[in-house]
């Protein structure tokens, strides 16, 4: 394998697969990235075990010049921070698992490992499915802060993204409280996926900069997300994801509409006072025409704050408390300038929607003792 | 006590003070900030067992309103937080060891404790020392890297800062190398203080914005840097600040100019190969009219590079292996474009300085062995 390449096309491509890989992992060859050189393309691998990432970069123009097609792999992270210190110019090279680098008047030797011993990729099979990268990055990162977090029930772990015809539905529930969000969108192809919330972080940075369509498909046991350049493949989480829609309450007993970010800044006011308790408890009141947001405790003290009420339909009597860091967590990923809390009981769910027409997310937040 | 003030200025005065406040202490009233009010000016004090800082607000413009003297301490973390939260104009009350906070329609009250428990400041002794401002931030940040990090001879642990007529020097060491820094100053008063290097990151930040004259008093045990609005006091390391003009050598054998920028581009990529040497060893030779940089790991694999030398003097036989992170520590507090780097034999310490006349700055490095 002999090719010339640019630090910075060189350097880009490395960080971005080097995010797949882990120092600590049990299999040696996997602390490396596999670079295969081809006739029309170089390839860069690295994975862990919940995550692959492939990126290629392909022969069109003078960053890329290919003298001899091969492969090896390379410890991810030396590679990575060296060609990051490297000039302009570098001459790749490699033999007998090494790895030759010369940079101008800079010549390194890496020690590599054998390319045929690097695990295959998983098999793609089954139908095509795609769709706008802003649709996939809005619906995962709207919904990935309520997986579970421990594994308890490890399907909780991960976000369910169900494709059928003409729609696409995001969900993510740790049982104590849901989030929900529904596109429509032009789809060819369906499926139903139970994704890790590990991979979300990365699979939310792949289409973070792309504009463009994302290509989904299964693959083994993995979910393939794939861009122009760049390829993740995901771990599926196994078993039967739970039948969410049951879980929302019917017959709202009381209905505020809210400015989210005067109504984010009392909740985060609030929460400073709520650390002693088990779930950082808020309490929301109403008194008079105004929304009262609580919270104490016995070792800091506590706080008060009065707020507008937009509009208020059904009983005005009310009185609940919720988990503070919950609700600022389904408010914060809300881009609506106001929205709308329905209250069922004091024992019952509170649930946020759109306060326009239809709406196309839902969070659920059960209420906490505040006693 | 009873003041009006701006949240802007509260929050930015409160977080100067907090500095110096650490959650795990052992005396809890010190987890607080002490808040005196007096007609014509608001002090704030926060302080931990090696550094106190003290903040005036004065009485001078409409931001600020005394209703009625008195003091109270209050929890700093819960403070400075809830302060950065909170609107534009605040009212502060406190009565029987307790603070109420009212910012439009939100009230707090936060537990305190009484002022009278918190400790006395230092009392202030001695002759005043005027400093510029840019000249102690400079000689503290081009001196504090080479500290010792360990406990063995505690006084190597501080900075010692020498204030004689006309001339001000600033010293580290951890007995492997050595930075020194000599300015010329119009100094009125002398002095000799060991700083801990955990008071030095405070005092850079203290003068990091500021443009003025520092004074600078001893105070029972304590070292004081007063600029216009905030104070800092630093314990002082006990016992003698060894004589370090001795560590010194004398009759170069060999002495070599160079591109600073790009020597320490050439050291930094050679310390990514030494990480297995227990001393980061990186080696210096001289092959033809080149200087030579390299170093090598069974693990990883090994790199060379060769740089220009701009000016030689002395013999041209040169091969000495010295710490690359020291190495870089210290070029990294030089602004020269180039320096001089004077070596003595292969097992004794090289010397850098400025390549222009008079050196005002000296860094020392011991060797190490490379085999």
Known sequence: MEFMI??????????????????????????????????????????????IIERTISVTDEKVKIHKTGSVVVSAKYLADLVKKLPEQI?????????HIQAGPISTRLNGFSADEYPSLPLIDGESIHIP???LKDAV??????????????VLTGVNLTFAENSFTSVATDSQRLAFKKSDIRSSGEGNFVVPNSSIDELAKLVNHYSGMVEIQSAEGYIHFKTDEISLY??????????????IPAEEKTTLVLCRE????????????AGEWKNNNVT??????????????SEMGNIQEYQEIKYIAGEQELRISVDGHFLLEALKTINDAEIKIKFFGPMKPIVIESSEGKSSYLHLISPVRSF
């Open 6 to 51: 640019t630090q910075g096309l060189f350097s880009k491509a490395l960080s971005d697969v080097n995010r797949a890989v882990s120092s600590r992992t049990l299999l040696p060859i996997l602390s490396g990235i596999k670079i295969v050189a081809e006739a029309d393309r170089i390839t860069l691998i690295g994975s862990n075990s919940d995550i």
């Open 91 to 99: 001459h790749i090279k490699a033999d007998n698992n090494q790895i």
């Open 133 to 135: 990268a802003e649709e």
């Open 141 to 154: 990162k709207t919904t990935v802060f309520a997986t579970a977090k421990n594994e308890t029930r490890p």
């Open 234 to 247: 995901s771990r599926l989480i196994a078993g039967h994801y739970p039948n969410t829609t049951a879980l």
């Open 262 to 273: 005067t109504f984010i800044k009392g909740i985060d006011r609030a929460c400073l006072f």
């Open 284 to 297: 929301l009141s109403i008194y008079g025409d105004k929304l009262c947001i609580s919270s104490g405790s």
